[in-house]
């Protein structure tokens, strides 16, 4: 519904700036709706090939995307859920989800839990290995 509430917007702004009877209203509607669809699209599209049942072309971007998004979602940074969420209700851009600051708040977060799950796998009571040359 967010996506069908702005492409009415664009429509609108459209018609205020060509009017109804401009020759270029359709392609600059159509330019303007295409551009802004891209992240809803990209978030739809890249869900469904998530599932191997699903037909399609799992581009490099929609694999990296899909690997990617769910250590995005599971990051507790609140900076990045803010940035998410902006992203998800189409206030920013998808590419805000993979600048710097983000990305590496994402990987820290993600090495931080597999460190965090590596230490609850271990025991005290564990053998451990010994050093080389240790006898």
Known sequence: MSAAA??????????ATY?????RLPGRFFSAQAHFQKT??????????????T???????VRLF???RPKLVACPDRQVGA???EVTHLVRPMSSLFT??????????????RIKAMGRKASP?????????AE
Request: hydrophobic share 45%; charged share 20%; with cysteine.
């Open 83 to 85: 940035r998410l969420g």
């Open 100 to 113: 710097p600051q983000v990305v590496s708040r994402v990987l820290v977060a993600t090495v931080w839990r």
């Open 125 to 133: 009571d564990d053998p451990r290995p010994m050093p080389p040359g």
């Open 55 to 61: 037909v399609g072309n799992r581009s490099v971007s």
């Open 6 to 15: 702005v492409s009415a917007r664009l429509l609108k702004d459209c018609l």
């Open 66 to 68: 899909n690997w990617y």
């Open 40 to 53: 809803p699209w990209l978030f739809a599209a890249a869900d469904d090939l998530r599932l191997p049942a």
């Open 19 to 23: 009017g109804i009877a401009d020759p």
